[in-house]
């Protein structure tokens, strides 16, 4: 009988994290003529969008506990610090990434890991379901369609089982978007915020104006677009840069992920328009976010890295990671003929 199948059998198969990517960052008033190079949507007063239509929720959003949250802490980071205000953003981002988001990844691994090595006994207990079924089916004259149903609501319950078994659902590997996306949209909104002088500080004004010079290079004013593209360029790259070593890594995939592969690659590359329409201030925080993203990403490949972080190994681990990702990067990119 079907009973007879121990839930020992079973293991389920691992969810694709997904990642990142972007908000549309509303208009907000200014009174300076310096920020005039700014799009008009972009200083455009989020009342005149009408208060049934994107005003009405972006306003909402840009003055919501989150987002004042994120502002305080920008504004204690630079007080704090005497760093001029790029130094505070890039410090701030590689804190917030390094306390919050790089422990969930390690998380998000460890439950990967424990996902993949079940796959050994999903299959196992896949055959030997499939050929009691068979069997049942033939002794009861059950349809071919009949039989089918039977086999994937058996082996549901039993993955399922599994899951719970080893506390490992798939789910649990998502929770990094979950938190990564929402900080990800409160930091943004809170600069434009700070660059725009929409900030709910009664120093609002002069924390734009320390804002306008508060750059370094050819970014000096982080109140204005980048004319130069530099950094909406880089943001787009190394986005791409992302989701290349996650789709390198990635051995038979389905068409399903294949089509969410192009998906976040057109994000990616739509992100560098947007970038250059907003201030430099959220450009910049958007680059180095990216950039830990980026340096977090291949620090999870390291063998000694994972050990500390009592990742399980599997199958697919190697004990060569930068090399092997190096010679597919170069195999797929480079060498073809």
Known sequence: MLS?????WLRPLPALPLGPLSVRLAPVPTDSAKRSALPVWAVAPVSAVGPGGAGGWYEALATSAPVQGAED???NVH???GLPWWGSILLTTVALRGAITLP???????ILA????????????SRHLNQEVAVR???LGWSKRAARLTYLKTMRKLVSELYVRDNCHPF????LVWIQLPMWIFMSVALRNLSTGKTQSEAGLSVQEQLATGGVLWFSDLTAVDSTWILPVSVGVINLLIVEIFALQ???TSRFQTYVTYFVRAVSVLMIPIAATVPSSIVLYWLCSSFVGLSQNLLLRSPRFRQLCRIPLTKSDSDTPYKDLFAAFYAKFISRK
């Open 137 to 139: 089916a033939h002794q």
């Open 4 to 8: 007879r199948l121990s839930v020992r």
């Open 104 to 110: 969930l990844a390690a998380y998000q691994h460890y």
């Open 114 to 125: 424990k996902v993949e090595n079940l796959q050994p006994e999903i299959k196992n207990i």
């Open 172 to 175: 649990k590997a998502t929770v």
């Open 250 to 252: 990635k051995i038979g």
């Open 73 to 75: 802490v920008l504004l």
């Open 79 to 81: 007080s704090a610090t």
